[in-house]
């Protein structure tokens, strides 16, 4: 084993170490009867309890309701959102018809329209599709409108004197000179997704790991709650990993990117 | 006052072409006749109009007043100070921007010709400098151009690396031929590339010299040293460009461009 992957080794584990120290605390304190069960149940005990609720199917069905609910939120908003940035940041009849309306929107707190939003749908999937779908809309397009517009303009310049017009203009140098910025709208729309899902489920649903949390709040199942916010995190870190693995794709060429694999 | 392309004339006509920004005029009746095939060079001073005049010849600007005629867009390839090449596109790629589909191995041809093959399919960020700059000559080279124009190329390179790319672009226009205009305030790039110097003042022709030294000129040689004296003597006599600052509007201009265009 050469000094080159033991380094890499230690690259790829030291990130994981605080969470590591942190568990092994946890459970310290937990079996020393430092931390009573009813406030902080044990980390054996989590995932004694995650082990029932995966051995009944139980937690793959609620994990699998609430990715496919943040999924197809987050295409609809991001997609609305891509759309209308594009819109907007191409043509300057279209910033001056949409922009105005969008800011405005893209104050209201997503949660502030949740009392509408249940008024409307119910506690029926369309309320959690539409509130996740709402808060992803407005980085995406922001994100979109700021890299069209902080585009060098010495590049389009560049492109059209070499005959670039129309669609190929869009393929080849705006939407790929945009694209670093859009990437980053759609990594901060993905955080916002989860964030809302979770208060969506724990408020106005019956299935879904928000649901589950809130239903073990009823019956005062601490170690499920800890559970469920574990869950959380773990699914938050691997969207962010996925999302990161696509940018390396697509962001490739990025000079900030080709360090540190 | 757009340049129209008649097949028959090949040469660049401009007569009494007028530019002005706002108050400014940045281009005062100018005549002009550069025949198919010659190196023309254009210096003067900051603010001088040089800029402007090269951005008229490519036809990414119109004039106020006057008739100019030169080869069109689809035969005009620009050079400019900054590579602009597309960072997410390699190297090949760059050059093959605006070529058909399947000219990949004309592109590699022109990549050859600058000594760059071997980095072909590297991302733009990974090249110097004076790297890009020859990449960007590969791009404009490989539309076989009728009219070239170089607008500062060199300007940002360092002394080196600038005689190896007037080198370069000595020995690539001698086999492709057609003609090329290059903007500069180095006159000394100017007498070694060019068949023909032109000084700029306050938008107006002020000198207009041919330069009668044999090729792969030598710029210790008397003749060039007493030529790149006059000029600059000529260059630095020459009045001040007025107080204010040159006009920058392309940014302006092509970012309003842009989001009607599409």
Not at chain 1, 68 to 81: K, N, P, W
Not at chain 1, 116 to 135: M, N, P, S, Y
Not at chain 1, 201 to 217: D, F, H, M, Q, V
Request: hydrophobic share 50%; charged share 20%.
């Amino acid at each position: 084993m050469s000094a080159f992957r033991i380094a890499s080794l230690k690259r790829q584990l030291l990130p994981w170490l605080a969470p590591a120290v942190i568990v092994l605390a946890w459970q310290l304190a937990a079996a020393e009867g430092w931390l009573n069960s009813r406030v902080l149940p044990s980390p054996w005990h989590v995932l004694e309890a995650g082990w029932t609720l995966a051995a009944s199917g139980e937690l793959a069905r609620h994990l699998w309701v609430s990715f496919v609910r943040a999924g197809i939120g987050f295409a609809i908003g991001a997609s609305l959102g891509l759309a209308l940035g594009l819109i907007s940041g191409l043509s300057r009849l279209g910033e001056t018809l949409l922009d105005t309306t969008l800011q405005m929107l893209r104050n209201i707190p997503p949660l502030a329209i949740l009392p509408l939003v249940i008024l409307w749908f119910g506690i029926d999937e369309t309320a959690k599709l539409f509130l996740v779908a709402f808060g992803t809309l407005f980085p995406v397009y922001l994100n979109t409108w700021h890299g069209i517009r902080t585009l060098d303009p010495g590049l389009v310049e560049m492109a059209r004197s070499y005959g670039l017009r129309g669609w190929p203009l869009f393929r080849h140098v705006i939407l790929p000179g945009a694209l670093p910025s859009i990437m980053v709208g759609v990594r901060y729309a993905l955080g916002i997704a989860w964030i809302i899902l979770i208060v969506a489920e724990t408020l106005a649903a019956n299935s879904g790991i928000g649901y589950l949390a809130s239903n073990a709040r009823e019956f005062l199942q601490t170690d499920i709650v800890v559970l469920s916010i574990l869950l959380y995190a773990l699914l938050g870190k691997g969207v962010d990993i996925s999302v990161r693995l696509l940018e390396r794709r697509l962001l490739a060429w990025h000079p900030a990117l080709q360090t540190a694999l | 006052m757009k340049p129209d392309d008649r097949p028959l004339d090949k040469d660049i006509r401009l007569s009494n072409v007028d530019r002005r920004f706002g108050q400014r005029q940045v281009l005062q009746a100018i005549n002009l006749h550069i025949p198919q095939g010659q190196f023309v060079a254009i210096v003067g001073r900051s603010g001088c109009g040089k800029s402007t005049l090269l951005r008229l010849l490519a036809g990414l600007d119109r004039a106020d007043g006057g008739q100019l005629h030169a080869p069109g867009a689809a035969r005009t390839r620009l050079m400019f100070q900054d590579s602009r090449l597309l960072p997410w596109k390699t190297v090949l790629q760059n050059v093959a921007l605006g070529l058909p589909a399947d000219s990949i191995a004309q592109a590699l041809d022109a990549l050859r010709e600058v000594g760059l093959e071997e980095r072909a399919h590297e991302w733009p960020s990974r090249l110097s400098g004076g790297q890009r700059q020859r990449v960007a000559l590969a791009r404009a080279l490989v539309h076989q151009p009728q009219l070239l124009l170089l607008d500062e190329p060199l300007g940002a390179l360092d002394a080196l690396t600038r005689l190896e790319m007037q080198a370069l672009i000595e020995s690539l226009w001698l086999s492709h031929g057609g003609t090329a205009v290059l903007v500069t305030h180095d006159v000394s790039e100017a007498v070694t590339l060019a068949d023909r110097v032109i000084l700029l003042e306050n938008g107006k022709v002020a000198v207009d010299l041919p330069v009668d030294l044999p090729r792969q000129r030598n710029s210790s040689h008397p003749d060039f040293v007493r030529l790149e004296h006059y000029l600059l003597q000529r260059v630095l006599q020459g009045p001040l460009a007025g107080e204010t600052p040159a006009p920058a509007p392309e940014r302006d201009i092509e970012f309003a461009r842009l989001h009607w265009a599409l």
